[in-house]
């Protein structure tokens, strides 16, 4: 199975494109993020901290930069919306670990760990407070709605999967529906401000945001495939944390629809709670790979990343747009 898209030489695909290319402006990013995570409660500051400079690759503020980038943007609009792009998915995080009970994130004990859950979710009302500020600060009322309705959207998805946990009946259609909320708003609304800010037509806004939702897809996709096939050094996470929550990602969906009588009541047990060993995972862990399920998770994450790549397709060939298709590559290899 090919980990690349479209790639015609043999070297494995990187995010150093897209790093070099958004350099400069992401220090002037990172200063307006260091600037407004202050406060003088020296805890709001301690704790974001704890998640901003946690070794994150900081993807969506960079798709801000590299779109404005792409379109030749000349402007500094985009640094405080990126900032902002930035404090929407580090509150989102701080507010996912505690309903999730996580113990890690990118490698380290997350803030609900060690400050508790209460301090976790008000530090992330206050990064939610302060991204609303600077998207004020930039003044468009179209900037404004389109971050706003992502934060909307993004909640919306929260809710519809901790409704949807535990429930071993979810389909792939709400599944999709749970992602594209959850994860691929903020990449699409991330990828369009960058359009508005430089006055583009709405056909590359859209062009944008559609470049974006199916890389967030793309990216949620191989996220839940590599809970069953990779380890928490790899992740940044517990391996088998979904399996534990009771989260029916795809590749679960997938095996519990191709299991016969005996791995759906394993699959029933396991997503209801009762089968929650070491054990029990690596069983689950079989149960994906017999029936490829983790494999059809991968081609579909690389579905969407082709879609992704050829949104962009109307736009000049140049650093920009290649670095662009590269992050789509780098992101459906990461399970590889």
Request: net charge negative; charged share 25%.
């Amino acid at each position: 199975m090919t980990a690349t898209i479209h790639r015609l030489d043999n070297r494995e695909p990187s995010l150093e494109p897209l790093l070099q290319l958004v350099a400069g402006d992401m220090n002037a990013v990172n200063t307006v993020i260091l600037d407004r995570m202050q406060s003088q409660i020296p805890l709001i500051p301690e704790l974001a901290g704890h998640l901003i400079a946690g070794g994150g690759k900081r993807m969506r503020p960079m798709l801000t930069l590299s779109s404005a980038r792409l379109i030749g943007y000349t402007g500094t609009r985009h640094h405080r919306l990126a900032a902002s792009v930035e404090f929407i998915h580090t509150a989102t995080l701080l507010h996912d670990d505690v309903v999730d009970g996580s113990d890690l994130r990118r490698g380290k004990r997350t803030a609900n760990i060690i400050w508790g859950n209460p301090a976790s979710v008000l530090v992330g009302d206050f990064l939610f407070s302060r991204s609303f500020e600077l998207m004020v600060e930039d003044g468009s009322l179209k900037v404004l709605k389109i971050l706003s309705n992502a934060s909307a959207v993004i909640a919306e998805g929260e809710v519809n999967q901790l409704t949807a946990a535990r429930r071993v009946d979810l389909g792939e259609d709400r599944y999709l529906d749970i992602i594209n909320a959850k994860t691929a708003a903020l990449f699409a609304a991330a990828c369009r401000i960058s359009a508005v800010v430089a006055e583009r037509p709405e056909g590359e806004e859209l062009a944008l945001d559609a470049y974006g939702r199916n890389l967030g897809i793309a990216f949620q996709l191989v996220d839940d495939a590599i809970d069953y096939v990779s380890d928490a050094g790899t992740m940044g996470k517990d391996a088998g944390d979904d399996f534990r929550e009771g989260k029916m990602t795809l590749p679960v969906i997938l095996a519990y629809a191709r299991g016969d009588a005996e791995d759906r009541k394993f699959w029933k047990d396991a997503i209801e709670g009762r089968r929650q060993s070491d054990a029990d995972f690596a069983h689950a862990i079989d149960l994906v790979r017999k029936t490829r399920s983790v494999d059809d998770t991968l081609a579909r994450a690389r579905h969407y990343g082709q879609r992704a790549i050829d949104a962009i397709g109307g736009f000049a060939n140049g650093k920009a747009k290649d670095a662009m298709i590269e992050a789509v590559e780098f992101a459906v290899a990461r399970a590889y």
